[in-house]
């Protein structure tokens, strides 16, 4: 059975309970982060805590631990788990207390965190892609929190899948923001673009990373505004996550995108990626 932390203590998840009154379960009230980990190693841990700072700070949450507590304990939770790729969800609300929409005082809040396994991209993703459709994108105004409100993703995403699609790109005033649950580039002309920051898109890690490296590899990469139009007649698209990675899109709304196939620079890319994420995991297991 595996173990999770919660408020302290390292449990069996079957022994895991919060009370029905935690803010979290009554008004949403909280935030969460995804890290993926690789060989029992956290993966860009400092950049998911820094995240995890200023999902807390927009909803006025005092961070609970120091980083150098929340590496322990995390790494704790991943070897009480026997290591190897996972992907490590941790959630903070504010707490339990009687249901009253003001902000409770003095309270401690809920501090949750397990582990599921992480599979890598399967063949069938790497030869052909994924689908993807345009949606309106339904969401709040402040989707750079990592809120774990999620009710309007999920309406999202539902409505793709009911579609035949993977993922949802989300259009709001005629421009993309993300995917229900993803980032999203796009390429023309070898050049890569992905929407910049703000409100409107979560800051993603992986989607930081990708143009990091496409910088330091000579890839052509920008933060601009991709229109409808721009995304329609894209050469490629890809969605990034933590724990997906970079997923070619190769149809969009029931259309090829280009040839239908995965793009020469996604592969360049993912590779890219992949020497990068192996190059960490050496350094970090002979650190």
Not at 97 to 106: E, G, K, M, T
Not at 218 to 232: K, P, R, V, W
Request: charged share 20%; proline share 7%.
């Amino acid at each position: 059975m595996p173990t999770v932390y919660l408020n302290g203590k390292f449990i069996p998840a079957a022994d895991a309970c919060v009370s029905p009154l935690d803010r979290g379960f009554i008004f949403a009230d909280g935030v969460y982060e995804v890290i993926p980990v690789y060989h029992g190693l956290l993966f860009r841990l400092e950049d998911h805590l820094q995240r995890l700072d200023q999902s807390l700070a927009g909803i006025r949450l005092t961070q609970p631990l120091a980083h150098a507590q929340w590496k322990e304990m995390l790494s704790n939770l991943v070897d009480k788990n026997g290591g190897g790729d996972l992907s490590v969800y941790m959630q903070i609300t504010r707490g339990v207390a009687p249901r009253d929409h003001a902000f409770p005082i003095d309270i401690p809040p809920t501090i949750f965190a397990m582990v599921t396994p992480l599979k890598p991209l399967s063949p069938e993703i790497v030869q052909q892609g994924v689908t993807a459709v345009a949606l309106e994108d339904i969401r709040w105004k402040y989707c750079n929190i990592k809120s774990i409100a999620l009710l309007p993703n999920i309406l999202l995403r539902q409505q793709a899948i009911e579609n035949g699609a993977t993922e949802a790109i989300l259009i709001r005033d005629g421009k993309v923001t993300e995917g229900a649950a993803s980032n999203v580039f796009i390429v023309t002309d070898n050049r890569l673009t992905t929407p910049p920051k703000g409100p409107g898109i979560l800051p993603g890690i992986t989607r930081d990373l990708v143009l990091e490296l496409a910088n330091t590899h000579g890839i052509s990469a920008h933060e601009e505004e991709i229109s409808l139009t721009n995304l329609q007649n894209a050469d490629e698209i890809w969605l990034t996550s933590s724990t997906r990675e970079i997923i070619p899109v190769t149809s969009l709304d029931g259309k090829s995108v280009k040839s239908g196939q995965p793009g020469p620079l996604w592969i360049r890319v993912s590779q890219i990626y992949q020497q990068y994420k192996q190059d960490i995991i050496d350094h970090l297991e002979t650190a």
